[in-house]
């Protein structure tokens, strides 16, 4: 039987940032799938080659900072961090270790409906190493992303268990996205996590040895490698084997779903940083700052609360809503269009991602825009045309990439002119004399049967409030 322990686990979050070029150098910064085809002599570590700073990708690490609610240093400095792989052909990273852009952060995440508090260590702004390959009897190396933009989050030891840890990483991809400073996309890479996991008892006050999962490619292979690792150390503390647990450096294998030991790391590695002399410190300007500030849009955790409390949507569906920032821009036209928030929501919800999920689409690249559905949904207000009618005309919409006007017309409008409908009441009721002596006899379910004839007559596009209420005066009087 295995004990119960309390895992204790830091993260430390890898991501690409979005710039065109590259933060130290002019080549294009792009995911291509076409090897070594965006590089310069400086990603190749050329002698001589000298680093050119990225303003863009500056100012997106000043925001990813404040969104983290981070202290900002007063200047920006980059340091030299020495060590020799294959994919860092200078032996040189440049990075923050100095003055990290943000230091001493704090974020609230939601993780199976309850918020909790992440904190942060710092975040700090890196050109990332080159990709490299591995197969059975050689390693080949793309140096397509080196010295591209790389923001690395490091998390205090806050986090207790592998939803947790995927929940903040999740929240993180969103915010990167939010903000448009990164595509976030983990198929490309574009984000990669080191996990450190250590157990304690439950009323312990020291942290237990801690064991750093390394380059770890998914959210799925996060949750995986903690449950694993969690299991395995407390398996071991259980059968009085903890000292077999040391301080090391595994990584994950999707194959057999364990982690594996890759290497020792007794003590820090002693990288000799030292501040980088081509690129001197400069000032972060508060107007500059305050400026970027300004452009941090509202992010999914506020616009769900605003959903919520504002509109009165339940949480499942303002979860699906806020998702992706362009559903949730999406849903935020048609509110402002006057589309009422609950209808909306159903709109997007139940129609508009069934049919982008079927045609893959983003829902920037279907026709039907805020205002269409706006324009619908106020021709049902007004009696003109059906619920039923509506959802024809969304669909016809779509499909047929044509105004919504194009189908609304004379010919099949809805009837709702209670004069009209009136003389074919009569009409109807007139030809159904028996049946109007047994509704008034008490057969109440011949009701639906007067109102099938109104609909079979006007080929359904009777206003159904209005037919109700007029069979009701003239049956009941």
Known sequence: MI??????????????????SKVFSRSRNGYSKLANSNVCPFDLGFPGAMPSLNKRSVKEAVMMSMVLNCKLPEYMLFDRKHYFYPDLPSGIQLTQNTLPVGVDGAIEIECEGKRKTVYIHDIHLEDDAAAMDHFEDTSVIDFNRSAAPLLELVTQPCLYSAEEAVAFL??????????????????????RCDVNVSIMDEDATEFGTRVEIKNVNSFSNVYDAIKYEVR??????AAGRYDEVVQETRRYDEVSGTTQRMRSKEDAVDYKYFPE??????????????????????????RKDMYTGTYGLSDYDASILVREKEISDYFEKCINLGVDPKEACN????????????????IDEIFLRPEHLAFITENVKKGTISSKQAKDVFF??????????????KENAQIS???????????ILAANPGEVEKYRAGKDKLFEFFVGQVMRQTRGKANPVVTKDLLHKKLDQ
């Open 3 to 20: 004990m119960k322990y309390k895992a204790v686990i830091g993260l430390e979050m890898h991501c690409e940032l979005k710039s065109d």
């Open 277 to 302: 002399p081509n690129i001197p410190r400069y000032r972060l300007t508060p107007e500059w700052v305050e400026s970027i500030r300004r452009e941090i849009p509202r992010l999914a955790l506020e």
């Open 170 to 191: 999740e929240h993180m991809r969103s915010a990167y996205k939010y903000c448009g400073t990164s595509e976030a996309d983990t198929a490309k890479g574009q984000i």
């Open 232 to 237: 395995r150390q407390s398996e071991l503390k």
């Open 347 to 362: 709109w997007i919800t139940v129609n508009i991602i069934a049919y982008m999920n079927k045609n893959e689409l983003t």
């Open 417 to 427: 002119d209670a004069g009209e409908l009136e003389g074919i009441i009569d009409g």
């Open 396 to 409: 016809k919409v779509l499909e047929e990439k044509k105004e919504p006007s194009a189908f609304i017309n």
